[in-house]
């Protein structure tokens, strides 16, 4: 279906669900490209309204703001993978929205995310549906502890899970996360946190980047480094896992696939832990890393344009500024080598993504 | 003067006078390192109005505007040479204006500029000032033809120009270019046309990117490819004569020099063609194929900030989509390993600079 929607022209505008610093940096992307943004978001304070021409400051509910919206950009995209389903859906009805909003469906529900990816065939920590105190105690008893429960929606960086270091827990876990709809999910003591992240087009055509290695801090991504540190044959199945999804999904854009690698018996395998439908921090490397950035690809790709070929332009480490680390942004100007990425938002909240830094090495 | 000037911190606005490609390009490097921008321009249509938060379009000469728009920005730089004096000098008494507006008396007149050269023992091709017929007719006889006479000011592009074959051209000239204050250059076969590029910090540091080489076509720049093809001894004058110039103007910010590199009885020198005290055509190249781009040099040292040392990435070639050229759009976004970028531009008027594609060959 959306092989249907017109190529767009130099001049046409895209326009963004979100206004953090991943719109931000989709609409610079756009820009290089001679293409005009338009950012919708009901912040006022958005990063991403500086660097566009175009705005809307509206709730996600406001279908007159919405409409007008529509009216003026000639495609849809999002940043934010929980934009309400019924505001991709509205829009869905007056212009291209891409990817297509029924990913929403599947991602903003963490059990509906989880029985998708087990359909396909591909491994998840062992996981059971939570919907009451009495559930979770049975599937906490089956699955075992320690295990994270994780309210099916709206959780992101942390928010909404709660931890079951051991079966008698899970009451205190269910009060913790408001007794939402919720998914248990056993705890994998994994070596290493990966993320598999690649482009798909109109045409289906998938292009990735080589696999990123991760590590967290307080459920915020801390580090991320290019070429992962793990054998390529396991590399190479990675980038099929997020091929899978991409081509089941019928995405348009780029995404990303979170996964674990666990050792069990001296093998290592790989775990899905979760899709984000949309660019993803864990590739903020390739803006100086790579020969063309996640940025672009995205709007490559729901632009109707063909896909480059990334190049890396040799090994990457990409630090986020969490909150107040910001605060060392002359440093790190001064520090050779380091390309220094700040998204202008004003507060430096804890916990609060501010910027981040890259370096590369080269390779010889 | 200007070292006293604040340093600014993320989240202070840049106000640009211009609103074409350096200006946009300009604005894009201001947003990844966190800094907003206001974009001066007397045309509607500008390109750099669409990746701003804040625009402002009125004449050069409406104060009242300038005035709201010092009050609105933290600094004002501009991405056009032939910015009103007045304009500059009026901004100059509510903000900080860098380069500062003296630098445009200087390079808004041929003649001056050429004055201004020459008196720091810099070598230009011979020339002389041309204020009527009669002193054209004496100048050409003095220096000889071809020759060519360019207004002394408000040129650019190969706009107000013409060339003397012969001495008895020298009236139809003088007709040609409105019979405006000019001045006559000899005309010198150049070997190649080179452009050094340079970022001059308020503390007076200068980091320069490696030697540029040009092409033109129609008085144009068609394609630029780094590092030059000239002797590494050359290369280095043309720096030195760049960190000269820039340190004799007390410049803040990135600059060019344009120069030709000329074969006399065996032995190469150079001889400056031009100054152009912002960032430069020649240098878009950097975006793709240098860890920082002249227009984040820029941005870093109109901002107070730690110039970067840029890294080449390899050999690289940069070419110029000139009006229709812009329509292979396509064709271009589809070659492997070019990087397009396009302006935003609404009409690919004939000689309009519409876009420009950059390709890095890795050098082994």
Redesign the interface.
């Known amino acids: 279906m959306s092989a249907k929607f017109p190529v767009l022209k130099?001049?046409a505008t895209i326009g963004i669900l979100g206004g953090g610093q991943l719109g931000?940096m989709l609409?610079?992307a756009a820009?290089?490209?001679?293409?005009?943004c338009h950012v919708y978001s009901p912040e006022a304070d958005s990063c991403a309204?500086?660097?566009?021409?175009e705005?809307t400051c509206a709730p996600y509910g406001d279908e007159a703001a919405l409409a007008r919206f529509a009216a003026a950009v000639d495609v849809v995209t999002y940043e934010f993978e929980n934009v309400p389903g019924e505001t991709a859906s509205f829009l869905a009805r007056l212009k291209p929205v891409l990817p297509d909003p029924k990913v929403l469906a599947t991602t903003q529900d963490r059990l509906a995310e989880k029985n998708f990816v087990a359909e396909l065939g591909i491994a998840t920590a062992p996981f059971a549906p939570v919907g009451s105190a009495a559930e979770l105690a049975a599937a906490a008893e089956k699955i075992g502890a320690p295990a994270v429960i994780k309210t099916r929606r709206l959780g992101y960086d942390g928010k909404g899970q709660a931890t079951i270091q051991k079966v008698g827990d899970a009451a205190a876990a269910w009060n913790a996360i408001g007794r939402a709809p919720a998914i248990l999910e056993r705890f994998v003591p994994f070596e290493r946190e990966v993320s598999a992240l690649a482009a798909r087009g109109r045409a289906g055509e998938v292009v990735a980047y080589e696999l990123i290695e991760n590590v967290h801090r307080d459920h915020i991504l801390h580090r991320s480094r290019v070429p992962a540190e793990v054998p390529a044959a396991l590399a190479g199945q990675a980038i099929v896992i997020a091929t899978k999804i991409a081509a089941a999904l019928s995405y348009i854009g780029v995404l990303a696939v979170e996964l674990f690698v666990v050792a069990e018996a001296g093998k290592r395998r790989l775990l899905v832990n979760e899709i984000a439908p949309r660019v993803h921090n864990s590739g903020h490397w390739t803006l100086?890393g790579a020969?063309?950035s996640q940025f672009e690809q995205h709007i490559?790709a729901v632009a109707g344009?063909?896909l480059?070929?990334p190049?890396r332009?040799g090994r990457v480490e990409m630090v986020n500024l969490i909150g107040h680390e910001?605060e060392d942004?002359?440093k790190l100007?001064?520090e050779?080598?380091a390309?220094?990425?700040?998204?202008?938002?004003?507060e430096p909240r804890p916990g609060r993504k501010m910027?981040h830094v890259t370096k590369?090495f080269p390779e010889s």
């Open positions: 130099p001049g931000r609409a610079q820009g290089k490209l001679g293409l005009r309204f500086d660097v566009v021409g705005k100086d020969t063309v490559r344009w063909a480059a070929r190049q332009l910001v942004w002359a100007l001064a050779p080598g390309s220094v990425h700040l998204y202008g938002k004003r910027g590369v």
